[in-house]
T-cell receptor, first 112, second 110 residues
Framework: EADIYQTPRYLVIGTGKKITLECSQTMGHDKMYWYQQDPGMELHLIHYSYGVNSTEKGDLSSESTVSRIRTEHFPLTLESARPSHTSQYLC???????????FGEGSWLTVV | GQSLEQPSEVTAVEGAIVQINCTYQTSGFYGLSWYQQHDGGAPTFLSYNALDGLEETGRFSSFLSRSDSYGYLLLQELQMKDSASYFCAVRDRGGQNFVFGPGTRLSVLP
């Protein structure tokens, strides 16, 4: 059973608001990821981290930012939400050389 | 870069066997993984193949042919709860990140 948690699970916010999606894992994994996924569609990597103070942008351009100050914590921030940001955001983690990626339950964001 | 192809949809009846194929193009290969995702849920790991051949885990099996850049997920004795999307995934060129296929939506009918 994977121990990776995301909050909030569901959120509706207005355009222009700032929002931070929280992600924490208790497995001590070095690597963490954020994926964006629309219902029934592909997973798109938007950010990843190899460890503390390491963050990189993924394949999908995103207006969000991330930070990795502690191993277990990898929050994602949208400075000014727009309706185009409406989607599911999945946080994940893996061991440095692991072959398995563990996902959180996801955060469903709706921007109105 | 990496690209993966899967059928978009597969439909089968309870008790049947279904095979979901995945072909990939990568500049480096570190193994093929499969994930299951139910509607509204998160992807969960099913299997991983690093070497050619068949790996069996209960009703699910996964196969890999590195020479053909091809793999498949085999689901036997289908149950209604198997209705979900199934994603194949490979590591990217540096072996650091996971790249997912577009997903195959499996519908199991009674």
């Amino acid at each position: 059973e994977a121990d990776i948690y995301q909050t909030p699970r569901y959120l509706v916010i207005g355009t222009g608001k700032k929002i931070t999606l929280e992600c924490s894992q208790t497995m001590g994994h070095d690597k963490m990821y954020w994926y964006q996924q629309d219902p029934g569609m592909e997973l798109h990597l938007i950010h990843y981290s190899y460890g503390v103070n390491s963050t990189e942008k993924g394949d999908l351009s995103s207006e969000s930012t991330v930070s990795r100050i502690r191993t277990e914590h990898f929050p994602l921030t949208l400075e000014s939400a727009r309706p185009s940001h409406t989607s599911q955001y999945l946080c994940a983690s893996s061991e440095r050389l692991g072959n398995t990626i563990y996902f959180g339950e996801g955060s469903w964001l709706t921007v109105v | 870069g990496q690209s993966l192809e899967q059928p978009s949809e597969v439909t089968a009846v309870e008790g049947a066997i279904v095979q979901i194929n995945c072909t990939y193009q990568t500049s480096g290969f570190y193994g093929l993984s499969w994930y299951q995702q139910h509607d509204g849920g998160a992807p969960t790991f099913l299997s991983y193949n690093a070497l050619d051949g068949l790996e069996e885990t209960g009703r699910f099996s996964s196969f890999l042919s590195r020479s053909d850049s091809y793999g498949y997920l085999l689901l036997q004795e289908l149950q209604m709860k198997d209705s979900a999307s199934y994603f194949c995934a490979v590591r990217d060129r540096g072996g650091q990140n996971f790249v997912f296929g577009p997903g195959t939506r499996l519908s199991v009918l009674p």
